[in-house]
């Protein structure tokens, strides 16, 4: 008998735990965090405790399979040795063949090339997922742009964090954490936006609790209460889509009772002066307009509070979808990344801008160049591709026609579902690599089965910057993401190829500032004292902007975008009846599209299915109601239970999204945000159907 303790990092958000695996007999036994590590400190959240159990699932993807009907649409095209091989034995049911590894990557390399040339290499497409590591990320777009020579490469930050990129690189010229989640615990006023962060980022969490108890002050802005709320400083409840407003707001506050940093702003920014005019002009910035709003009317004064509290203390920033996921996401992060420049909140310990990622390697995968419009290291491409919804638009035109996936169920946690089905449906081609059927995976003609993160070595990106490398728990004769590419790009005769994760990240590391002395050595030296990008000659960098800001110019460039008026906020100035807005999120004990953690025994006790929540002051509306049926212009959820609750306010709604079944993504269609094409998943208007029986 055969028992371990192996040191890695949690496969799920962006918080990056450092987790300690029992192993017996290559199977594990049990999942614990060290005391002594930099990030856990000892603690887990449930899905880092026990969403283990995936790993051994018997649901696992083999290691490839090829629906029938795509060879026998094909079979007649294959060159010589591809036919012989199929002929050869291949294991085989009725619905797939199971080839080897080998004859799987000549099939794929066969179509991809005849694709190519029969509608050329803009045809091809690829989207990528933030579970990966590092090193399939970046040869993942590596692929498509120099062995496809297609510019299409998207990755599902598109989904979530793509606005948090745009809006601090259009202030700040960094798209990442200034902070490491420790200066948390050091600041003395703390601003949540749009972040439920304890059930999200449960391990960051605690260091907001940390910094409460130790005399900080903390204002949470979210459309819901939630468990960080509930023991703010100050609760505000906002309108749904009224987070620019609102931050604006602050700023004009700060702006008019001059309690901006003079000096930090002579010093080391560039448009002030424009900035500061224009919106103490605009009619929508002064917080006096909340009086105006029935039911909201109590923020006019709690804003101008919480404002002069961040500009007199030393504060953080932190937020979640619930800022990025809206028509003015990027605008948003621009006004959060304003308040941190004009009051010096910011390059200094205790202070600074925290977005908080949701995968575990968000950050990473666009570290490394997986986006349309930036390769490794944000460098500027020769052609910018499209985004996925831009994709979805051009496989529906017949423009792209194949598509590979890997890791994204884009069949689940993308917005309107209906088009997207129709798109995929439509493919000549469609690759999917994963560690189980989906969504997505039904309309597949190849699928490969691949390791997960407890399965390989790899490096991710945590929130906080901080660069991971992490280790095989248990070994799996399944190939890992990269393996699958580096597979089909040899067949393509474009690659002498890599033979280990460590070639393929040093091939990154030659070109990059970022990770350039972050080599699998250094990496593993530091496994539970993981350290931040960039890690070059000077060393590792704990806090960004501390002299110069990542600029052109080396500046902060102001920048300011009106709101304007729309939705709920419009409706309750004009004094409609809310009938009913619907917001989006997370449950602890599930993740994304539920499908990992709905292997798990533990965690599925715990969320088995999506529940409407439904503002008590509604409660006459859905009186004797056994169900709900939620619908919008774009489509229709199943019938869902709900509960009533008081942490919503009147007209307002909040679900969950993991369970497939429950259609809660076909209720959000196109609209998007303006810059970046992620997704209006936090707010959509519904009608709601009640079922008796």
């Given at each position: 008998?055969?028992?371990?303790?192996?040191?890695?990092?949690?496969?799920?958000?962006?918080?990056?735990?450092?987790?300690?695996?029992?192993?017996?007999?290559?199977?594990?036994?049990?999942?614990?965090?060290?005391?002594?590590?930099?990030?856990?400190?000892?603690?887990?959240?449930?899905?880092?405790?026990?969403?283990?159990?995936?790993?051994?699932?018997?649901?696992?993807?083999?290691?490839?399979?090829?629906?029938?009907?795509?060879?026998?649409?094909?079979?007649?095209?294959?060159?010589?040795?591809?036919?012989?091989?199929?002929?050869?034995?291949?294991?085989?049911?009725?619905?797939?063949?199971?080839?080897?590894?080998?004859?799987?990557?000549?099939?794929?390399?066969?179509?991809?090339?005849?694709?190519?040339?029969?509608?050329?290499?803009?045809?091809?497409?690829?989207?990528?997922?933030?579970?990966?590591?590092?090193?399939?990320?970046?040869?993942?777009?590596?692929?498509?742009?120099?062995?496809?020579?297609?510019?299409?490469?998207?990755?599902?930050?598109?989904?979530?964090?793509?606005?948090?990129?745009?809006?601090?690189?259009?202030?700040?010229?960094?798209?990442?954490?200034?902070?490491?989640?420790?200066?948390?615990?050091?600041?003395?006023?703390?601003?949540?936006?749009?972040?439920?962060?304890?059930?999200?980022?449960?391990?960051?969490?605690?260091?907001?609790?940390?910094?409460?108890?130790?005399?900080?002050?903390?204002?949470?802005?979210?459309?819901?209460?939630?468990?960080?709320?509930?023991?703010?400083?100050?609760?505000?409840?906002?309108?749904?889509?009224?987070?620019?407003?609102?931050?604006?707001?602050?700023?004009?506050?700060?702006?008019?009772?001059?309690?901006?940093?003079?000096?930090?702003?002579?010093?080391?920014?560039?448009?002030?002066?424009?900035?500061?005019?224009?919106?103490?002009?605009?009619?929508?910035?002064?917080?006096?307009?909340?009086?105006?709003?029935?039911?909201?009317?109590?923020?006019?004064?709690?804003?101008?509070?919480?404002?002069?509290?961040?500009?007199?203390?030393?504060?953080?920033?932190?937020?979640?979808?619930?800022?990025?996921?809206?028509?003015?996401?990027?605008?948003?992060?621009?006004?959060?990344?304003?308040?941190?420049?004009?009051?010096?909140?910011?390059?200094?310990?205790?202070?600074?801008?925290?977005?908080?990622?949701?995968?575990?390697?968000?950050?990473?995968?666009?570290?490394?160049?997986?986006?349309?419009?930036?390769?490794?290291?944000?460098?500027?491409?020769?052609?910018?591709?499209?985004?996925?919804?831009?994709?979805?638009?051009?496989?529906?035109?017949?423009?792209?026609?194949?598509?590979?996936?890997?890791?994204?169920?884009?069949?689940?946690?993308?917005?309107?579902?209906?088009?997207?089905?129709?798109?995929?449906?439509?493919?000549?081609?469609?690759?999917?690599?994963?560690?189980?059927?989906?969504?997505?995976?039904?309309?597949?003609?190849?699928?490969?089965?691949?390791k997960s993160a407890y399965e390989k070595e790899g490096v991710y990106v945590n929130a906080e910057r901080r660069v991971q490398l992490s280790s095989v728990l248990v070994e799996s004769e399944l190939p890992d993401d990269w393996e699958v590419i580096d597979g089909i790009s040899k067949e393509m005769g474009e690659y002498q190829g890599f033979n280990s994760s460590k070639e393929v990240w040093d091939d990154l590391r030659k070109g990059s500032d970022r990770?350039?002395?972050?080599?699998?050595?250094?990496?593993?030296?530091?496994?539970?004292?993981?350290?931040?990008?960039?890690?070059?000659?000077?060393?590792?960098?704990?806090?960004?902007?501390?002299?110069?800001?990542?600029?052109?110019?080396?500046?902060?460039?102001?920048?300011?975008?009106?709101?304007?008026?729309?939705?709920?906020?419009?409706?309750?100035?004009?004094?409609?009846?809310?009938?009913?807005?619907?917001?989006?999120?997370?449950?602890?004990?599930?993740?994304?599209?539920?499908?990992?953690?709905?292997?798990s025994k533990t965690l599925t006790k715990r969320h088995k299915e999506d529940v409407l929540h439904i503002s008590l002051e509604d409660k006459e509306y859905f009186k004797d109601a056994k169900y709900v049926v939620l619908s919008?212009?774009?489509?229709?959820?199943?019938?869902?239970?709900?509960?009533?609750?008081?942490?919503?306010?009147?007209?307002?709604?909040?679900?969950?999204?993991?369970?497939?079944?429950?259609?809660?993504?076909?209720?959000?269609?196109?609209?998007?945000?303006?810059?970046?094409?992620?997704?209006?998943?936090?707010?959509?208007?519904?009608?709601?159907?009640?079922?008796?029986?």
């Amino acid at each position: 008998m055969s028992i371990k303790e192996i040191d890695s990092i949690c496969t799920y958000c962006g918080v990056g735990c450092e987790i300690t695996a029992v192993v017996e007999n290559n199977t594990i036994k049990r999942i614990y965090a060290k005391k002594d590590t930099l990030i856990s400190r000892g603690k887990l959240c449930i899905k880092g405790k026990a969403g283990w159990d995936f790993v051994h699932s018997s649901l696992r993807l083999p290691q490839v399979k090829i629906k029938k009907d795509f060879i026998r649409k094909n079979e007649l095209y294959f060159p010589k040795d591809v036919k012989e091989a199929l002929l050869s034995g291949v294991k085989e049911d009725e619905k797939f063949i199971y080839p080897d590894l080998e004859l799987s990557y000549k099939i794929v390399a066969w179509k991809l090339q005849r694709v190519r040339d029969l509608y050329g290499s803009d045809s091809i497409a690829g989207i990528g997922g933030a579970r990966s590591s590092c090193e399939s990320g970046y040869l993942f777009q590596k692929f498509i742009r120099e062995v496809i020579l297609s510019p299409h490469i998207d990755n599902c930050a598109r989904v979530c964090h793509a606005p948090s990129l745009k809006g601090m690189r259009e202030v700040i010229g960094e798209g990442a954490a200034t902070n490491p989640f420790d200066d948390i615990e050091k600041a003395s006023f703390i601003l949540v936006f749009g972040s439920n962060t304890t059930e999200a980022h449960p391990i960051a969490a605690t260091r907001i609790t940390n910094a409460l108890r130790s005399g900080a002050k903390t204002a949470v802005f979210d459309v819901r209460e939630t468990h960080i709320s509930a023991s703010a400083t100050y609760d505000c409840t906002l309108p749904f889509e009224s987070n620019l407003l609102v931050l604006n707001m602050l700023s004009y506050v700060i702006l008019s009772e001059e309690l901006y940093d003079k000096d930090f702003i002579n010093d080391r920014t560039t448009g002030f002066n424009e900035y500061k005019e224009a919106i103490l002009k605009d009619e929508y910035a002064n917080p006096e307009f909340f009086k105006k709003i029935k039911g909201y009317e109590y923020l006019s004064d709690m804003i101008k509070t919480v404002a002069r509290e961040y500009a007199k203390n030393r504060s953080v920033i932190l937020w979640g979808l619930g800022v990025t996921e809206h028509l003015d996401g990027s605008y948003a992060v621009e006004a959060l990344c304003n308040l941190a420049v004009m009051t010096g909140n910011i390059g200094k310990e205790g202070a600074g801008l925290i977005p908080l990622r949701g995968q575990n390697n968000v950050q990473g995968v666009c570290d490394v160049g997986c986006l349309p419009y930036f390769l490794p290291d944000y460098k500027t491409p020769q052609r910018e591709g499209k985004k996925t919804p831009e994709m979805v638009k051009a496989m529906m035109d017949k423009e792209i026609r194949v598509l590979i996936n890997m890791g994204e169920d884009i069949a689940h946690i993308h917005p309107n579902q209906n088009k997207i089905k129709k798109a995929l449906e439509g493919l000549d081609f469609l690759v999917v690599l994963d560690l189980f059927e989906n969504e997505t995976t039904e309309f597949a003609d190849v699928i490969y089965g691949v390791k997960s993160a407890y399965e390989k070595e790899g490096v991710y990106v945590n929130a906080e910057r901080r660069v991971q490398l992490s280790s095989v728990l248990v070994e799996s004769e399944l190939p890992d993401d990269w393996e699958v590419i580096d597979g089909i790009s040899k067949e393509m005769g474009e690659y002498q190829g890599f033979n280990s994760s460590k070639e393929v990240w040093d091939d990154l590391r030659k070109g990059s500032d970022r990770f350039l002395k972050a080599s699998y050595e250094f990496l593993r030296a530091n496994q539970n004292r993981a350290l931040q990008w960039p890690i070059d000659d000077k060393g590792a960098t704990e806090i960004l902007h501390t002299q110069k800001f990542r600029t052109n110019d080396a500046k902060a460039h102001f920048s300011y975008r009106r709101y304007y008026l729309r939705g709920m906020v419009e409706e309750l100035i004009r004094g409609k009846e809310i009938r009913f807005y619907l917001t989006t999120g997370r449950a602890i004990a599930q993740y994304n599209n539920a499908n990992q953690t709905g292997k798990s025994k533990t965690l599925t006790k715990r969320h088995k299915e999506d529940v409407l929540h439904i503002s008590l002051e509604d409660k006459e509306y859905f009186k004797d109601a056994k169900y709900v049926v939620l619908s919008s212009k774009h489509g229709k959820t199943k019938p869902l239970k709900y509960k009533l609750t008081r942490k919503l306010k009147k007209g307002t709604m909040f679900c969950t999204f993991h369970h497939f079944e429950s259609r809660i993504n076909h209720l959000f269609g196109d609209e998007s945000d303006e810059l970046t094409k992620t997704a209006l998943f936090k707010s959509v208007k519904v009608d709601a159907e009640l079922v008796y029986e």
